[in-house]
């Protein structure tokens, strides 16, 4: 039977048919075969071992803002053990949508990857101005700890000198889409001059927090102590403090409406409250007599401010401090900066 079906045209319609038949197949292999090595590809890449020079260079220069993809959860329960062998990645945005950006005058809470000019303008009660200026960079090392720099500089009536050098190593404990929780410990040096209350070295550890549950509402915030161990402490008035942080932003526009994009409207509230008696009173000879004068145990401030995005990764930032106890160290500072990302 299968010899007279062979035969005549009929031959060359099954021969062809079946021809067909093992090059379709064939091409459905092959793109299986292709789609599984794409994704083995692409698993290999965000799973890959890296050198600590690779981890620490695509931290820093690399490009971390392109595929969100490669961004992973960390939490205390793997705090030893995951991210410390992977470079940085750009997270992204909150559950509500918001950008992971920092404010002036609030904590972080995050890792960033960029440095910001700050000019701040203080106003006192004697009807005289003080000035300072910082330069703040953020330096990612890994996924779990990266490296935060000032380089200040403060002006008075009296003079103008450079301020404190800080240095901060900032820990990642965990990161989720919403959740954000970073341990810090900044080391104050004592460069400065003790007429513009620097001259002081400190050390100030830290918990930080950033949270996007809900839309543009961005809650942060934080407590920690400074606590001055050496240096013109007497001089520059300067005490062991406890220190606590809470601010709540909401953002109004989308990253590319610039000049206006990334628009969040804040409210940054800082309180400090002195743990020891140093320099609690002063004692100044004014003529025949001698004045007494006392620090303040406590200080609260509130800082309405904004933040924009200009373009091409520049930011800008505005901020007035107010404080509300008594005695007040000034009677309103304000503070502006120019950001870059990259």
């Known amino acids: 039977m299968f010899s007279k079906i062979l035969q005549g045209p009929k031959k060359n319609w099954l021969v062809f048919g079946l021809a067909c038949l093992i090059l379709a197949s064939n091409i459905v292999l092959a793109e299986g075969g292709s789609s599984t090595g794409l994704e083995a590809d ?31 959860e960390l939490s205390y329960g793997n705090f030893f053990t995951k991210g410390w062998d992977k470079p940085w990645q750009s997270p992204p945005t909150g559950g509500g949508g918001a950008p992971r950006q920092g404010w002036l005058n609030a904590y972080e809470g995050v890792f960033y990857r960029l440095s910001l000019g700050v000019f701040g303008w203080q106003h006192h ?75 002081v070295a400190s050390v100030i550890p830290q918990y930080q927090f950033w949270a996007n549950w809900w839309k543009g509402l961005v809650v942060r915030g934080g407590v920690g102590f400074d606590v001055p161990y050496a240096g013109d402490i007497h001089e520059a008035k300067a005490r062991s403090t406890f220190d606590a942080n809470f601010s709540v932003g909401y953002y109004m526009t989308p990253h590319d409406m610039t000049p206006f994009g990334d628009m969040v409207w804040y409210v940054a509230t800082n309180y400090r409250h002195a743990i020891d008696n140093r320099t609690h009173t002063t004692s100044e000879v004014i003529g025949d007599e001698t004045a007494v004068t006392s620090s303040a145990n406590d200080y609260l401030s509130f800082s309405p401010g904004f933040r924009t995005h200009l373009g091409m990764d520049w930011y800008m930032l505005g901020t007035v401090e107010l404080p509300v106890s008594t005695p007040k160290p000034f009677e309103y500072q304000v503070l502006f900066s120019f950001m870059k990302v990259y």
């Not at 890296?50 to 992973?72: A, C, L, R």
């Open 125 to 199: 009660e004697d009807n005289t101005d003080s000035y300072s200026g910082n330069l703040v960079t953020f330096t990612p090392i890994n996924s779990r700890f990266e490296v935060k720099t000032e380089i200040p500089a403060a002006s008075n009536s009296e003079e103008t000198n450079f301020g404190d050098f800080r240095i901060q190593a900032r820990f990642l404990l965990s990161e989720s889409r919403d959740f954000t929780q970073t341990f810090n410990i900044e080391f104050r040096t004592p460069t400065g001059s003790p007429v513009n209350g620097n001259g």
């Open 42 to 72: 692409k698993s290999s890449s965000a799973d890959r071992d890296y050198t600590t020079g690779e981890i620490i260079s695509e931290s820093m220069f690399g490009d971390v803002y392109s595929d969100p993809s490669k961004w992973q």
